[in-house]
């Protein structure tokens, strides 16, 4: 089993600055299994990147995805109100695993 | 734009079978290029995927979940379905279906979820 390790834990900043997101696989993934998702509280994750840096439909062009083998990161280059929320990487190699997700806070 | 939703019952009693399905609609189940997921959360953990289904029929289940674990599809209704066994309060957790794209494996429409308590 891939084990996803998501860093760091809670990243704290405000609103305008840059974000910068980690998910380290514990064995290489392809970059074609490789997402990101944005969970806000009560809602199910939303679909930001697949394929490791293809955004998805109606996701803005300041998220952006990039990596590839084991060390993939997810950008937000200028940070909203609406984008504090709990990201996850997650990968589907041989089988699914999520990383255990990464809480943006406003600082 | 196509919308999944769950349900099912929200309290079941330990030892008893979950019985959730997913309903999806502004498409149809049968569409090439996809396959449909069942995914939970526990309280205020993270993500853990269960099991996906192709519409021909052919599931691939969690192996962790495996022996306790069906999902099934019915196309004339567009519905999919989970049955998971035995349960006890460790499968307590927000329940999810959504729709995986077939090459590369990313979801990329959910249901809102149903939580599912188990308690006696």
């Known amino acids: 089993e891939i084990v996803l390790t998501q860093s760091p834990g809670t990243l704290s900043l405000s609103p305008g600055e840059r974000a910068t997101l980690s998910c380290r696989a514990s064995?290489?993934?392809?970059?074609?299994?490789l997402a990101w998702y944005q969970q806000k509280p009560g809602q199910a994750p939303r679909l930001l990147i697949f394929?490791?840096?293809s955004r998805a439909t109606g996701i803005p062009d300041r998220f952006s995805g990039s990596g590839s083998g084991t060390d993939f990161t997810l950008t937000i280059s200028r940070l909203e109100p609406d984008d504090f929320a709990v990201y996850y990487c997650?990968?589907?190699?041989?089988?699914?695993?999520f990383g255990q997700g990464t809480k943006l806070e406003v600082k | 734009q196509v919308q999944l939703q769950e349900s099912g019952p929200g309290l079941l009693r330990p030892s008893q079978t979950l019985s959730l399905t997913c309903t999806v609609s502004?498409?149809?189940?049968?569409?090439?290029?996809?396959?449909w997921s069942w995914l939970r959360q526990h309280p205020g953990k993270g993500l853990e995927w269960i099991g996906y289904?192709?519409?021909?029929?052919?599931?691939y289940y969690n192996t962790s979940l495996k022996s306790r674990l069906t999902i099934s599809v019915d196309t004339s209704k567009n519905q999919f379905s989970l049955k998971l066994n035995s349960v006890t309060a460790a499968d307590t957790a927000m329940y999810y279906c959504?729709?995986?794209?077939?090459?590369?494996?990313?979801?990329?429409?959910w249901g809102q979820g149903t939580l599912v308590t188990v308690s006696s």
């Open positions: 064995q290489s993934v392809s970059s074609i299994y």
């Open positions: 289904i192709y519409p021909s029929g052919s599931p």
């Open positions: 959504a729709r995986a794209h077939d090459y590369g494996g990313d979801f990329d429409y």
């Open positions: 997650q990968q589907y190699g041989s089988s699914y695993s």
């Open positions: 502004g498409g149809s189940i049968s569409s090439d290029g996809y396959y």
């Open positions: 394929g490791a840096s």
